[in-house]
């Protein structure tokens, strides 16, 4: 009962008090069926007495004052009095259904696009150590199965146990001995049956879970690398991954659904047995066929009202158990949300307002360590050297030196495990973002959105901040200005997802477009001209230098000729750091 009742516990109060809204509602709808099943036998049992009217005075003298006088009348009454109850009935189901479904629904968006925010606000050593597929998995399904899939079954399952009970409690108003055998046996049938498949419905849950992820994985990097699958000739091999992944979690759905089924089947095959055994049993006590019908129709009255009642409960618990993983693997960032929501701080998350880190002087980098979490041993140890603003700082050593560790320090990607960087003496680490708000970065390997060219390089700005000058400019600065002017939709071409459609080295410049574009004070490249041919190459350092003096340079190169200019080099091997002029 409690893991059931733990699903609500990711809900702010508010949310929670709409819960049980929605399951008065439920109820509400639940006593209505119990009402309509129960409505039709008596009207069919009217049918066959034609004396019933005389037999009830009472009631054929509230009838009359409507003009109803005789059994003909009255049945058409009772049948008009049905209409009106199936109506409201069904009229009520589908509002009760639409406001249920709306809940989950907005809820589902609402956490869904909050944990995809948590995921885009963790650090970036998180992201490093966890899987691009998994977290596509959680944010696209982890809200889903929170909220179709575990919330709403539950409040059924509550409202079934509770119609379940009322159905039963009418039973016993009408023939106590029968409710209390019938109940007592269902509840027996339902207790073995939940517990028999608890398990087994609860591991084969794990699985499905786990190797929905490992799909996820398979379509990503069989489709991620698609140049290399095709050389390799490895497409068999990411699809018959994929195809052994999807077994798995197929297997385990198969295996739910049968024993998500089984319970049907085998509730009515105890029922019927039970009966047909009872019937045996009278008769060779020496009852009479006659004398066994009419205990016989109670009973199966009251079995087969509750059967369907008992088989609900059984597919919706075992619904819920069977969905539990994923749910259970991300309880803290739901609660996390729960948090966010109820301290009304889902909007600072990922805030964009931020106080700028003034960088007047001076940045120094003091006795800098750092070591991967996983890493055997510190890439980086004891590293100074200070960097005047204005400066062009050239950062060169072997692959596998720690020249983009250190860089990823810089920009706030990392914390350090040691020492620190200061600007004017404040610790970056004191206030990242601000940090940050300094800072342009063109990557080792440039990451393009699927869009035009004017949205990779004025990346996430507003159509109404958009500045076409600047745009111009900083294509002109990136050597990419009489490219763009030759192609027919110019700034408005599609560059393919990732930028498939461009070469290497327009990728390359477009990344110092979009670096150019937001007018940093320091700007870090790594490797950012590494793809260049030496011509376009050395026209975009001289362009790059001419911004020397108004705003610091850190570029990391393996080319000579790249860092010709700068004012002094750094040179990294083996963790520790150098000058070299
Ligand atoms: N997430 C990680 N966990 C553990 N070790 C890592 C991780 N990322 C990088 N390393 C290790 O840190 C060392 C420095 O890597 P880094 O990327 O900083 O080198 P680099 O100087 O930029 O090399 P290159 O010139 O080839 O780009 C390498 O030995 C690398 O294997
Ligand atoms: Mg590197």
Same mark, same amino acid.
């Given at each position: 009962?409690?893991?059931?009742?733990?699903?609500?516990?990711?809900?702010?109060?508010?949310?929670?008090?709409?819960?049980?809204?929605?399951?008065?509602?439920?109820?509400?709808?639940?006593?209505?069926?119990?009402?309509?099943?129960?409505?039709?036998?008596?009207?069919?049992?009217?049918?066959?007495?034609?004396?019933?009217?005389?037999?009830?005075?009472?009631?054929?003298?509230?009838?009359?004052?409507?003009?109803?006088?005789?059994?003909?009348?009255?049945?058409?009454?009772?049948?008009?009095?049905?209409?009106?109850?199936?109506?409201?009935?069904?009229?009520?189901?589908?509002?009760?259904?639409?406001?249920?479904?709306?809940?989950?629904?907005?809820?589902?968006?609402?956490?869904?696009?909050?944990?995809?925010?948590?995921?885009?606000?963790?650090?970036?050593? /998180?992201?490093?150590?966890?899987?691009?597929?998994?977290?596509?998995?959680?944010?696209?399904?982890?809200?889903?199965?929170?909220?179709?899939?575990?919330? =709403?079954?539950?409040?059924?399952?509550?409202?079934?146990?509770?119609?379940?009970?009322?159905?039963?409690?009418?039973?016993?108003?009408?023939?106590?001995?029968?409710?209390?055998?019938?109940?007592?046996?269902?509840?027996?049938?339902?207790?073995?049956?939940?517990?028999?498949?608890?398990?087994?419905?609860?591991?084969?849950?794990?699985?499905?879970?786990?190797?929905?992820?490992?799909?996820?994985?398979?379509?990503?990097?069989?489709?991620?690398?698609?140049?290399?699958?095709?050389?390799?000739?490895?497409? *068999?091999?990411?699809?018959?991954?994929?195809?052994?992944?999807?077994?798995?979690?197929?297997?385990?759905?198969?295996?739910?659904?049968?024993?998500?089924?089984?319970?049907?089947?085998?509730?009515?095959?105890?029922?019927?047995?039970?009966?047909?055994?009872?019937?045996?049993?009278?008769?060779?006590?020496?009852?009479?066929?006659?004398? =066994?019908?009419?205990?016989?129709?109670?009973?199966?009255?009251?079995?087969?009202?509750?059967?369907?009642?008992?088989?609900?409960?059984?597919?919706?618990?075992?619904?819920?158990?069977?969905?539990?993983?994923?749910?259970?693997?991300?309880?803290?960032?739901?609660?996390?949300?729960?948090?966010?929501?109820? *301290?009304?701080?889902?909007?600072?998350?990922?805030?964009?307002?931020?106080?700028?880190?003034?960088?007047?002087?001076e940045l120094c980098v003091e006795h800098l360590?750092?070591?991967?979490?996983? &890493?055997?041993?510190?890439?980086l140890?004891d590293v100074s050297f200070n960097v005047p603003?204005?400066s062009?700082v050239g950062v060169?050593?072997?692959? &596998?030196?720690?020249?983009?560790?250190f860089?990823?320090?810089l920009?706030?990607?990392?914390?350090?495990?040691?020492g620190?960087i200061?600007?004017? &003496?404040?610790?970056?680490?004191?206030? =990242?973002?601000?940090?940050?708000?300094?800072?342009?970065?063109?990557?080792?390997?440039?990451?393009?959105?699927?869009?035009?060219?004017?949205?990779?390089?004025?990346?996430?700005?507003?159509?109404?901040?958009?500045?076409?000058?600047?745009?111009?400019?900083?294509?002109?600065?990136?050597?990419?200005?009489? /490219?763009?002017?030759?192609?027919?939709?110019?700034?408005?071409?599609?560059?393919?997802?990732?930028?498939?459609?461009?070469? &290497?080295?327009?990728?390359?410049? =477009?990344?110092?477009?979009?670096?150019?574009?937001?007018?940093?004070?320091?700007?870090?490249?790594?490797?950012?001209?590494? *793809?260049?041919?030496?011509?376009?190459?050395?026209?975009?350092?001289?362009?790059?230098?001419?911004?020397?003096?108004?705003?610091?340079?850190i570029?990391?190169?393996?080319?000579?000729?790249?860092?010709?200019?700068?004012d002094f080099k750094v040179k990294f091997?083996?963790?520790k750091a150098k000058f070299v002029?």
């Amino acid at each position: 009962m409690k893991s059931f009742l733990k699903i609500f516990t990711i809900l702010t109060a508010v949310q929670k008090r709409y819960c049980v809204f929605l399951a008065l509602c439920m109820l509400i709808g639940g006593a209505f069926e119990a009402v309509g099943i129960g409505a039709i036998l008596p009207l069919i049992s009217i049918m066959g007495q034609p004396d019933w009217l005389e037999r009830h005075v009472e009631i054929a003298q509230f009838v009359s004052n409507m003009g109803v006088t005789n059994h003909v009348q009255f049945i058409i009454l009772c049948s008009i009095g049905l209409i009106i109850l199936y109506l409201i009935k069904n009229a009520y189901l589908a509002w009760q259904l639409r406001i249920q479904i709306n809940f989950a629904m907005q809820k589902q968006i609402l956490y869904a696009s909050e944990l995809f925010k948590s995921y885009l606000a963790k650090t970036y050593i /998180f992201h490093v150590n966890h899987n691009t597929a998994i977290l596509m998995r959680n944010v696209s399904s982890g809200a889903l199965i929170a909220f179709t899939n575990i919330l =709403i079954p539950t409040l059924q399952l509550l409202t079934e146990v509770v119609t379940g009970f009322v159905i039963w409690v009418m039973l016993i108003a009408v023939d106590p001995f029968t409710a209390v055998v019938v109940a007592g046996l269902l509840a027996l049938v339902l207790y073995v049956l939940v517990k028999t498949f608890r398990r087994k419905i609860a591991e084969q849950g794990q699985i499905q879970n786990q190797y929905s992820g490992e799909m996820y994985r398979w379509v990503n990097q069989g489709l991620g690398a698609i140049k290399e699958t095709k050389v390799l000739r490895k497409e *068999a091999y990411f699809s018959s991954e994929y195809e052994a992944a999807y077994k798995r979690y197929g297997d385990a759905n198969r295996v739910f659904n049968f024993l998500n089924q089984l319970p049907r089947l085998f509730i009515e095959a105890i029922v019927v047995v039970s009966l047909l055994f009872l019937i045996v049993f009278k008769l060779i006590q020496g009852y009479a066929p006659m004398e =066994i019908v009419p205990l016989l129709g109670v009973l199966a009255l009251a079995a087969f009202r509750m059967m369907p009642c008992a088989n609900r409960i059984v597919n919706l618990s075992n619904g819920i158990k069977f969905q539990m993983p994923l749910f259970n693997e991300l309880y803290e960032e739901f609660c996390e949300i729960r948090d966010r929501l109820e *301290a009304g701080k889902s909007q600072e998350l990922l805030s964009e307002s931020v106080e700028k880190l003034p960088f007047a002087k001076e940045l120094c980098v003091e006795h800098l360590a750092f070591q991967y979490p996983e &890493g055997q041993h510190e890439v980086l140890q004891d590293v100074s050297f200070n960097v005047p603003k204005g400066s062009f700082v050239g950062v060169v050593g072997p692959s &596998g030196a720690g020249k983009t560790t250190f860089v990823d320090i810089l920009l706030g990607l990392l914390t350090p495990t040691g020492g620190k960087i200061t600007v004017d &003496g404040m610790d970056i680490q004191s206030n =990242i973002r601000g940090w940050q708000a300094n800072l342009s970065y063109v990557p080792q390997s440039i990451y393009l959105i699927d869009g035009t060219i004017k949205e990779n390089v004025a990346l996430g700005v507003a159509p109404e901040a958009f500045d076409e000058e600047l745009l111009i400019r900083v294509l002109k600065m990136a050597e990419l200005y009489d /490219f763009v002017q030759d192609l027919p939709k110019g700034v408005d071409t599609m560059v393919g997802e990732r930028g498939v459609k461009l070469s &290497g080295g327009q990728r390359q410049r =477009i990344g110092i477009a979009r670096a150019l574009y937001y007018k940093p004070e320091v700007l870090v490249l790594d490797e950012a001209t590494s *793809a260049l041919d030496n011509e376009t190459e050395k026209s975009i350092t001289d362009t790059i230098l001419k911004l020397k003096g108004q705003i610091t340079i850190i570029a990391i190169a393996h080319r000579v000729s790249t860092l010709e200019a700068c004012d002094f080099k750094v040179k990294f091997d083996n963790g520790k750091a150098k000058f070299v002029n």
